[in-house]
């Protein structure tokens, strides 16, 4: 038998699948997290069940997209078992959700969740009474503990075996009192932008300086790990006597992979801060503040959790994309989040930096800053007439459970370890193997290998920008298949960067700009179809290009012929816009989508 | 009179929700619906953003949505 998962967003439905199954699907404190249907199973004595979890849902006339997939699911799947999840503070939303799903007779149970806040509100709830008022097993439930999941799965494998039933329509007075939300201390702080927006830059900010500040603690072990695979490994390679296995071993392995590995301690603290923003419940109160900020580039405060989840990953910001609220919003943001740099750039930029700042903090900090502005200005130019509706429910306000943090920080460094040592490593040997041969498969430099030749012509790319050189080329066209491979290719093929700090500069800023790598092309694929997503990787490719000959010449004296350009460029537009106005009138009604 | 005319600390009955079904199911789930209570928690700076509560339910809500959202004063 199938069980799913279903209730409104942000009810506890991932932290129960997680429990139940012994996965890591994605949770958050968050509404809009689960954005697909994950499935998992689950042993409760004997048997085996399949476990579903779904987008949340706040009824079955749904609003977004990642809704009509929990909707879509409930319709194909009528004879499952529904486990319904909510909170103890939004039994009352969840009610015609459950009516709608048990209209006929139906085998279910319902799960409470977050009691702590409930009783917090001035909540009342007596489980046994409602129960019999509602006409089906309720229980309250804390996955979160190894005790709670024990008694979870114990009280679930009673209703397993119970009859279906049928949902009684009686009043829940004596059962169930709402209580009514306050605003705590810590929350009038967090709600009001004079605070909160400062204190998210200086988080932000302090991440950053602690991930790559000189003499902070994630410089010092990327150091270090960088030391014991380019020193001490390396090291050991060289007694090797074999030219092609030592070449094999240092170049092909250990620079490659110890120049993508030695940054996992720096994108731990990223992952870190952004785990903590997103779980204490900040990210909706800053989704809330910045709302203003968004509609003026057409968008909504929701788009800050995409974005910000941009920094981590690309692919993974894409999927939550789905949460937005339609289509045209959702294509925005997408075209708008490779210029966030994720977590994969970060190696690039600080390989790259090392050529043109003595302290590369401050550089990269530039770069990031520069993909933010680059990514509102893809917003601003892609505007339309009206901005999305907000509306918005705000995540309850907690300190971030430490072993759930540490659980979904090693599942995030897992996963790139894994990609490292698949996708990034097969690159890397392929590489290698390439750039060692000739056609003959004959031992030999790399300026005669079989890769050189394939790539001749690749060198005049990057010619514009100082860099007529193919390894130059192949090393930025490998940040299609992974980000990483850019700064192992370049520690492969050249030991740094060798060539000027002008050149270093605009080539990061063609990383910056360019398409991301094939895992976020595919879930763009995914969101938006192939044709779309390949005319989007191809001009941001190409656009990459044009940007990274702009900022060579602007840095070569060409900064003022730069700036008039785009004044230009913008003054264009704001005439445009003006005589459009003018012709179609002054057009100040609401638009009949969103506002009837 | 709608949501966006009121202040912080007042306290309401919605009358109506004059947006698209879509919309409207939405503030129906988040307990905003004709004859549910509503208080304003916060009115941001330009009045952009409000944010009330509605029974246990915290809901930030754009002014243009406010807007469309007939209530009556208590």
């Known amino acids: ?596 | 009179m709608t949501l966006s005319d009121l202040n912080r600390g007042d306290r309401a009955v919605v009358m109506r929700t004059d947006v698209t079904p879509a919309l409207r199911e939405r503030l129906r789930a988040l307990n905003v619906f004709p004859n549910s209570k509503i208080s304003v928690l916060k009115v941001s700076i330009f009045r952009k953003t409000f944010l009330i509560a509605a029974g246990s339910v915290k809901v930030a809500i754009r002014r243009e949505v406010a807007s469309a959202i007939r209530v009556f004063p208590l």
């Open chain 1, 1 to 596: 038998m199938n069980i799913m998962l279903v209730g409104n967003p942000n009810a506890g439905k991932s932290t129960i699948f997680n429990a139940l199954t012994g996965k890591h699907a994605k949770v958050g404190n968050w509404h809009g997290v689960t954005v697909g249907a994950a499935e998992g199973k689950m042993k409760l004595g004997d048997s085996e069940y399949t476990v579903c979890d779904l987008p949340g849902i706040y009824s079955l006339d749904s609003m977004s997209m990642e809704e009509g997939v929990t909707r879509d699911y409930l319709s194909s799947h009528p004879s499952d078992f529904a486990l319904f999840v909510s909170e103890c503070s939004g039994l009352e939303r969840t009610l015609p959700l459950l009516r709608s799903v048990c209209a006929e007779e139906k085998r279910a149970c319902l799960v409470l969740t977050k009691s702590a806040d409930f009783y917090r509100n001035g909540g009342k709830l007596d489980v046994n009474l409602l129960s019999a008022r509602l006409g089906l097993p309720v229980f309250l439930a804390d996955a979160r503990s190894r005790r709670g999941v024990s008694a979870l799965k114990a009280r679930l494998t009673a209703c397993l075996s119970a009859p279906p039933v049928t949902l009684r329509d009686e009043p829940l007075t004596g059962a169930y009192s709402e209580g009514e939300a306050k605003l705590s201390a810590a929350d009038r702080l967090l709600c009001n932008g004079f605070f909160c927006i400062p204190l998210f830059f200086l988080l932000l900010f302090g991440a950053f300086y602690v991930t790559f500040g000189t003499g902070m603690p994630g410089t010092l072990l990327k150091d270090a790990v960088e030391r014991f695979f380019k020193q001490f490994l390396a090291g050991k390679a060289e007694a090797i006597a074999s030219p092609v296995v030592r070449g094999f071993l240092i170049d092909g392995i250990l620079n490659g992979l110890g120049s993508v590995l030695c940054f996992i301690p720096q994108i731990s603290v990223l992952f870190l801060a952004l785990i903590l923003m997103e779980e204490s419940g900040f990210l909706s109160r800053l989704a809330m503040l910045t709302d203003g900020l968004f509609a003026k580039v057409g968008l909504n405060g929701r788009a800050i959790f995409s974005l910000l989840m941009g920094f981590g990953c690309t692919a993974a910001a894409i999927l939550t994309t789905r949460g937005l609220d339609d289509k045209r919003i959702q294509r925005r943001v997408i075209l708008c989040l490779p210029y966030i740099s994720c977590s994969a750039k970060l190696p690039v930029f600080l390989a790259l930096s090392a050529s043109f700042f003595d302290n590369p903090f401050f550089a990269v900090l530039l770069l990031y800053s520069l993909g933010v502005g680059l990514s509102f200005s893809t917003a601003l130019l892609l505007r339309g007439k009206e901005p999305p509706p907000f509306v918005l429910e705000l995540s309850p306000l907690q300190i971030p459970n430490a072993l759930f943090v540490l659980k979904s920080l090693l599942f995030q460094l897992k996963q790139f370890i894994i990609k490292t040592a698949t996708v990034i490593l097969a690159f890397f040997l392929l590489s290698w193997l390439l750039s060692s041969f000739d056609f003959s498969f004959r031992y030999c430099q790399a300026e005669e290998s079989m890769l050189a030749t394939i790539c001749a012509g690749l060198k005049y790319l990057f010619a514009p920008i100082g860099c007529c050189d193919w390894r130059i080329a192949y090393a930025a066209l490998s940040g299609l298949v992974a980000k990483e491979n850019v700064a192992g290719v370049l520690a492969m093929f050249c030991g740094g960067f060798p060539y000027s700090a002008k050149s270093a500069f605009s080539f990061a800023v063609f990383v910056l700009t360019c398409s991301p790598c094939v895992s976020a092309i595919a879930a763009t694929a995914r969101e938006t179809g192939r044709r779309r997503a390949a005319l989007y990787a191809t001009m941001q490719t190409g656009s990459a290009l044009l940007f990274s000959y702009a900022a060579y010449y602007a840095l070569n004296g060409g900064w003022a012929v730069l700036f008039a350009a785009v004044a230009m460029f913008i003054a264009v537009r704001i005439i445009r816009k003006k005589t459009g106005e003018k012709v179609r009138g002054a057009g100040g009604d609401l638009s009949a989508k969103f506002y009837g």
